[in-house]
């Protein structure tokens, strides 16, 4: 069974400029969530979607926003970026329930300058 | 608010040794809890799954703990190897939406 993929895998964007990042789950998965990973703050949670519907959100600005596709794949997408936002982005999938493991893809390195 | 917590924050030991990470969690009201490695600028792996109505899991080297009524949880690695150095999450799942509350980690070395 294939894995959790991201991609792209580096991105580097400008202060101001919006970033897309894609997040495709394990096959039959049904949720995605987003986390952010800084050194400062460690992860932290962004948001979830199951069934192409938002079902959890953290705090973050407004600036942040997803959203699920049909296929379960995910989007992420990060508008007027900030110096800040640089960070892992890192996407997990799983089952969908809050009993099962979660599975973690490899992350899209984002650096803004 | 669910506040998760790690000690210690970086642990070095002699290949060989046998040591315990911990974890506490502030709210005992959780469906699971989680542990993951991390290397250097990559994903996290998933290690070992502790669901609330359980008290540890195996694998193989690893033994993972759960105490939810304090809080706690712990990460046995026995006979530690180089490969083992890493940093090491623990995360609860407590909303019911796969929706993690990571630690900030315990960053292990294992020296030859």
């Known amino acids: 069974k294939a894995g959790v993929t991201q991609t792209p895998r580096y991105l580097i964007k400008t202060r101001g400029q919006q970033v897309t990042l894609s997040c495709s789950p394990i096959s039959g998965h049904r949720s995605v969530s987003w986390y952010q990973q800084t050194p400062g703050q460690g992860l932290q949670f962004l948001f979830e979607?199951?069934?192409?519907?938002?079902?959890n959100k953290g705090n973050f600005p407004g600036r942040f926003s997803g959203r699920q596709f049909s296929n379960s794949r995910s989007e992420m997408n990060v508008s007027t970026l900030e110096l800040g936002d640089s960070a892992l982005y890192l996407c997990a999938s799983s089952s969908g329930q809050g009993f099962y493991e979660q599975y973690f893809g490899p992350g899209t390195r984002l650096t803004v300058t | 608010k669910q506040e998760v917590t790690q000690i210690p924050a970086a642990l070095s030991v002699p290949e060989g040794e046998n040591l315990v990470l911990n974890c506490s969690f502030t709210?005992?009201?959780?469906?699971?809890l989680q542990w993951f490695r991390q290397d250097p600028g990559k994903g996290l792996t998933s290690l070992l799954l502790i669901q609330s109505s359980q008290r540890e899991q195996t694998s193989g080297r690893l033994n993972a703990s759960l105490d939810k009524s304090s809080g706690r949880s712990t990460l046995y690695i026995a006979a530690s190897q180089p490969g083992d150095s890493a940093t090491y999450l623990c995360?609860?799942?407590?909303?019911?939406?796969?929706?993690?509350?990571f630690g900030k980690g315990t960053m292990l070395l294992v020296s030859p």
């Open positions: 995360a609860v799942e407590d909303s019911g939406y796969s929706t993690l509350t």
């Open positions: 709210d005992s009201a959780i469906y699971n």
């Open positions: 979607y199951f069934s192409e519907t938002q079902r």
